[in-house]
C-alpha cells in the first residue's frame, strides 16, 4: 500500500510522489500483487483511470472515497467501526488480514474444499488460536478472482502455487514453523 503525504502543500505533489514510487517498486522487483495506492487530487485520479500502464501496475483509490465508504459503513452499521478500528491498529495485539500462499498449508496440486482447507489451517497454526479463513484468490489476477467467504465452501477444487488465501489472524503473523 502506497500512502499520500497529507504534509505537503498541494495534493498534486502527494501524488507525484505516489505515482513515482510506484513505478519503481513495480520496475525494480517482481511483484505477486498489485500494490494499492492512494491519490488526493482529482486531476491525479483522472489520470490514472485512463492511463492503462498505471492501471495494470496498482489499484487506485481516492482518499475521500474511501473516507466516505468507511464512514458511510460505520454510519449504517456502528460494530462496523469498532471492527475497522481494531482492524487497522497497530496495537500488536490487533488482528489483521494476512495474504498467505496455499501451499503453506496443502502441496500445490491438492483436491480439497475452502471449509477443508479452514480446518487445515486451523491445525496448522494451532499456536495461533482464532485464525481464520475468510477468502482466496488466483495470484494471476487478484482483482476478478478474489473471493470473501464463498458460498461454494464445500466444493472441492485443485490447490496451486498460484493460489492466495486471506486469513484474519489475531496478532503477530508467524509462519517459521510452517
Known sequence: MILADDEVEESIESDSS???SLLHVSTAHDLKCKPTCEVLDWRSERIVRKNDVLKSRGNFVKSAELETGVFALCSHNP???NVMRFLVSMDENSSTISQIPATVFVKSGTK??????AEILKKDRGSNPGDTLIGMAGVSNLDKDLELNPLEKNAIREWTDQDVLLVLTHGTLNLSDQ
Open 112 to 117: 480439497c474444499s475452502f471449509r477443508d482447507l
Open 18 to 20: 505516489v505515482l513515482t
Open 79 to 81: 460494530i462496523m467501526g
